[in-house]
């Protein structure tokens, strides 16, 4: 008896031993920097007993179960307020466009499935013609079970990525000197991670811009008042607008309006140029918080104004094709 209690106490420490080793992320997510046919951000958040950043991946080919696990190592950076986590950004680049991808973080064993962008709209693996993306914003001012139903609602359409325009966790004070609402920002993007999964078991990529509630004084400030925003994701990253290009066919604009940039100046010179560069490209959009023509508040307000004398004839000159508008809690839609 009293051997069989000692074996039954080693396997017991044995069992705990081996779980102290794998971790679960708080929230694991997907995002692009550069070329969504060939690259693949990801990012996690673990407590701060965890300091890996390698991720192991490998391509999905169903004749070959034996390939080898590539890694590739990030790094990490603890998230603002001193909240007791990290947060671990890995990219992976070189990688074969329109292709599913297994991957899994050395800090756990579950495996986990994305896809890369295809080269041309010819067909995306085995879907026909085009390309789906899912867009939206102010996704949080009913709580995050509305959140997470809509997300699951909207992953039934199998999206490559979502875009959204600002308004996220709404965790962020109006008054400056105040701290950011951390549980609201933690559990928005745990949320995230835990309802954006296509049927087919593929992580949806996530594309943000900034709005007045991701921003502490929510207009007029600069990127030090949104910590959270500035951690949390990697693109649009500094200065906080940014384009991210796809092949031949696809240019989007993510833009400041006037949260932590101005919309004339810097910004506007920026933009002019970017556009520029793309007049060839297929299809270009653009994605921002405050709307140029608002369909339920006041036309005059300052950030609307601003953008229709700055932005828009920049939008018509260059021929952006859609513009995706947000901040109104109301659906529009206009030619």
Partial sequence: ???????????????????????????????????????????????????????????????????????????????????????????????????????????????????????????????GNGVTFLAGGDTNHRGVALFEDTNRAACKHEPFFVVFGGDLAYACPKNKNQEEDSKLWLEWIASYSKTMITPSGYLVPLLVT??????????????????????????PGLPGYNVLRCSHYLSFYFLDSNHTNRIKGTQTKWLANELAKDTDVMHRFAIYHVPAFPSVRQYKTYESASIRKHWVPLFEKYGLHVAFENNDHAYKRTY
């Fill in 210 to 235: 900034i709005g007045n509630h991701d921003v502490k004084g929510h207009y007029k400030g600069d990127p030090q008042d949104a910590p959270f925003f500035y951690s949390l994701f990697a693109m």
């Fill in 1 to 127: 008896q009293h051997t069989v209690f000692s074996i039954s106490l080693l396997l017991n420490f044995a069992v705990f031993i081996v779980c102290g080793f794998s971790e679960e992320p708080h929230a694991l997510y997907l995002t692009w920097k550069k070329d969504p046919t060939t690259t693949m951000t990801i990012q996690w958040i673990s407590s701060k007993s965890s300091e890996t950043d390698v991720v192991e991946y490998r391509k999905v080919e169903a004749e070959k179960q034996d390939i080898i696990w590539e890694k590739r190592e990030g790094s990490h950076f603890p998230l603002p307020q001193e909240v007791p986590y990290f947060i671990h950004v890995v990219e992976l680049q070189a990688l074969e466009p329109n292709s599913s991808y297994q991957f899994r973080l050395k800090m756990s064993d579950r495996e986990y499935l994305f896809r890369t962008m295809p080269t041309d709209l010819k067909g995306g693996e085995g879907k």
